[in-house]
């Protein structure tokens, strides 16, 4: 791979799916008109992968050419109800360029469904590195010590910031995070449900009787984890928070459960940090990582910490089992998504065994 691109799945980049073609004249047009500082004349190409937002990098050749961008669209297709906001994402990473949260440039949002077809947005190409494997292979102890420190301190950072001064205090309903967010992956899950996974059924009964009473609002990212931010091109500082496609004014715990997931599951897609060596990798156990983020956000522990973990493994397996019905209807981002349908049983089972214990 020759490209490093601010997308939480991208790998190869390719020619444009015959999917999500679109007219690549109208956007040239749309770009001269409103994103800054475009010349040249365009060209358009695919990230294979991301099975939500397709992703594309878009490059300018000729005279005043030479820049690159990177573009993110809603899927075609009959869309699953309040996901694909991809106005949403634009408007958060806007408002937290003015924070300590690393954020790429945002040019410009475009809801004018006349250009390519649905609403999409252009942002900043940064040159860095998406680091995929959770293990971090190849690098030393020092260096993967100082890579999770930092995930976990931008973490701490976006849960501290105000949500008022950052312009923020209308994107989503402060309080009741998790009754709101029940209610809605399981509406999610049953208008993509393909199949009968008993554990799910025991999730969407168990979950909403369980809430812990700590009601704490923060910006919540949404689908924080490694592969969605990009670091420095050779030291261990985070230059990108990426994929805000699920980010709202939620519960900080909720995103630091699901940053948590790995140290529980395995997932084809993600990897899995169940079987690390925490004495000598140089990656911090679940304890230690948990108790760096509550040093950082003034919090002296965290009860009910199974509950934070079982409810982001089952709002994931949501996630995946509308990943793969978009798969199996032919208007996925990428063709793996029909390999999704084992995997949403395997992580309602999950969820479902942290919350027994």
């Known amino acids: 791979m020759t490209e490093q691109s601010q997308t939480a799945a991208a790998g190869e980049i390719v020619e444009v799916r015959e999917a999500h073609r679109f007219d690549e004249k109208k956007l040239e047009a749309f770009c001269r008109e409103n994103v800054e500082g475009f010349g040249g004349e365009l060209s358009v190409r695919q990230f294979q992968g991301g099975q939500s937002n397709p992703t594309f990098l878009l490059e300018t050749t000729g005279p005043g050419g030479g820049v690159k961008y990177v573009l993110r669209k809603k899927p075609p297709g009959k869309l699953l109800a309040s996901a694909h906001q991809v106005d949403r994402e634009y408007k958060v990473m806007k408002a937290l360029a003015a924070t300590d949260v690393p954020v790429p440039k945002m040019y410009a949002l475009c809801q004018d469904a006349e250009v390519i077809g649905t609403d999409f947005y252009i942002m900043e190409h940064l040159d860095g590195r998406v680091l995929r494997d959770p293990t971090l292979p190849g690098m030393s102890p020092a260096e993967r010590a100082a890579i999770y ?3 976990n301190d931008v973490l701490a950072r976006l849960h501290s910031v105000d949500l008022k001064a950052a312009g ?30 008993e554990e799910m059924e025991h999730l969407i ?3 909403p009787e369980n809430i812990p009473a700590d009601d704490s609002v923060s910006i919540a990212h949404g689908d924080y984890r490694l592969e969605n931010t990009m670091f420095h091109k050779s030291e261990p500082k985070m ?12 519960h900080p715990l909720a995103d630091l459960a699901y940053n948590c997931m790995l140290y529980h599951m395995e997932t084809f897609s993600q990897g899995t940090l169940m079987n690390v060596d925490f004495a000598t990798s140089g990656i911090p156990a679940e304890k230690d990582y948990v108790a760096d983020y509550c040093r ?5 522990g965290i009860e009910n910490w199974n509950f934070y973990l079982s409810f982001s493994i089952f709002r994931l397996a949501s996630i995946v089992q509308g990943v793969y019905k978009r798969g199996l209807d032919g208007n996925a981002s990428s063709d793996k998504a029909t390999q999704y349908g084992e995997v949403a049983g395997y992580l309602a089972r999950t969820a479902w065994d942290l919350a027994k214990r």
């Open 149 to 151: 420190d930092q995930m």
């Open 168 to 197: 923020l205090e209308d994107f989503g309903k402060p309080g009741n995070y998790f009754e709101r967010q029940i209610g809605r992956w399981t509406k999610q899950y049953r208008a993509a449900q393909t199949d009968n996974i």
């Open 205 to 207: 009964e168990w979950l």
């Open 239 to 250: 230059i990108a928070v990426l994929d805000w496609e699920l980010a709202t004014i939620g």
């Open 296 to 300: 950082r956000t003034g919090r002296d």
